[in-house]
Structures are given as structure tokens and as C-alpha cells.
């Protein structure tokens, strides 16, 4: 089974700078896509970024030149940077994997992590 448990999530002032991480564990399995999702209160999960196996990247409009997703196959971790946050930049953000066993595809979502963007 997959699991992934994400860190770095707290409260920054607008302007600052928070660093997502995500690690996946267990066994028998390959990574493929990666990515960051966030919720608002009372909305659906809204893609953040996502980066497949070989380093392609998507970021949504609302974070493209702020944030940067990265990924590092040997040890099955995606991290989000986030620069210049904005108070509408709060909410739950959340690591997802798709995942391949050799016999299935499928996904995978972390816990979430909180982040809040306030003065």
C-alpha cells in the first residue's frame, strides 16, 4: 500500500515563502504523475501543479511564476515552493500520486497540510 505524508505547512505573511514537501512509502510500486492540489472552505480541490516521471510540469494560472514544483525519483519525494503568497493562496494543500503496481493504476492523496497566509 502507498502512503504519502506531507510537511511544511503553517502561517506566513503575505509576501513570504513556504517549501511543501511529500513523501511516498511502501513498496512494490512506481511513481508516475505528482502533484498539488489545495481546497478552500467550501469548495471542490483545484489543481495547484502537478510533474510527471520525466520533470514535465503544469502549474494552474493563479501560481504559475510564484510556485515551483519539484521531484526526486530515487527517493519518491515531490516538494511545492511557494514565493510571494497571498492571503487568497490559504487553504488546505494536498500531495497526490498516481501510482502503477505492475498490475493496477491508481491514486493516492496525502493528508493535507494547512497553510495560511495572513498579517
Known amino acids: 500500500q502507498v502512503q504519502l505524508v506531507e510537511s511544511g505547512g503553517g502561517l506566513v505573511q503575505p509576501g513570504g515563502s513556504l517549501r511543501l514537501s511529500c513523501a511516498a512509502s511502501?513498496?512494490?510500486?512506481?511513481?508516475?504523475?505528482m502533484g498539488w492540489y489545495r481546497q478552500f472552505p467550501e469548495k471542490q480541490r483545484e489543481l495547484v501543479a502537478t510533474?510527471?516521471?520525466?520533470?514535465?510540469?503544469n502549474y494552474s494560472t493563479s501560481v504559475k511564476s510564484r510556485f515551483t514544483i519539484t521531484r526526486d525519483n530515487p527517493k519518491n519525494r515531490v516538494s511545492l515552493q511557494m514565493n510571494n503568497l497571498k492571503p487568497e493562496d490559504t487553504a488546505i494543500y494536498y500531495c497526490?500520486?498516481?501510482?502503477?503496481?505492475?498490475?493496477?493504476?491508481?491514486?493516492?492523496w496525502g493528508q493535507g497540510t494547512q497553510v495560511t497566509v495572513s498579517s
Open positions: 497526490s500520486a498516481k501510482f502503477y503496481t505492475g498490475e493496477v493504476v491508481d491514486d493516492v
Open positions: 510533474i510527471t516521471r520525466g520533470l514535465t510540469t
Open positions: 511502501g513498496s512494490g510500486f512506481s511513481l508516475l504523475t
